[in-house]
């Protein structure tokens, strides 16, 4: 299953977001940039993969060119979520400014963070 969502106008940035049913793990990929105007549709479409079937919900960051403390409070509101219902939640993200600010904020010991998709949806 795949389920596409894309926002942005003349004065709000472009934002892609896009699910990969892998059975027991949902892979959420993002590109463009997440920010007050565009974390909605993130948040809306985290919340329906942390209700739905699969265990695992793992975040692909590695395609957005900008992140604000709102997507960071995305995040943070979706692990909380996810711990709530016996689920789990990982971040793919490398580097650039968007790991710059997990690290700068100390997130990456609260979020599980990995360097690629194919870690990220190994069983724990």
């Known amino acids: 299953m795949s389920v596409d969502a894309e926002?942005?106008?003349a004065?709000?940035?472009q934002f892609a977001v896009t699910v990969?049913?892998?059975g027991d793990v949902a892979v959420v990929q993002m590109s463009g940039?997440?920010?007050?105007?565009?974390?909605p549709a993130l948040r809306e479409t985290l919340t329906?993969?942390?209700?739905?079937?699969?265990?695992r919900v793992v975040v692909d960051l590695t395609g957005l060119s900008f992140m604000d403390s709102t997507g960071l409070g995305?995040?943070?509101g979706t692990r909380k979520a996810a711990v709530a219902v016996s689920k789990s939640l990982a971040v793919v993200?490398?580097?650039?400014?968007?790991?710059?600010l997990i690290s700068?904020?100390?997130?990456?010991?609260?979020?599980?963070?990995?360097?690629?998709v194919d870690e990220a949806v190994k069983p724990d």
């Open 93 to 100: 993200s490398v580097e650039g400014p968007v790991m710059r």
């Open 33 to 39: 940039e997440l920010d007050v105007y565009t974390a």
């Open 48 to 55: 329906e993969q942390i209700s739905g079937s699969a265990n």
């Open 20 to 22: 990969d049913d892998r």
């Open 11 to 13: 004065s709000e940035p």
């Open 104 to 116: 700068i904020t100390g997130l990456e010991h609260v979020l599980q963070v990995f360097a690629t």
């Open 7 to 9: 926002q942005g106008s």
């Open 74 to 76: 995305v995040l943070l």
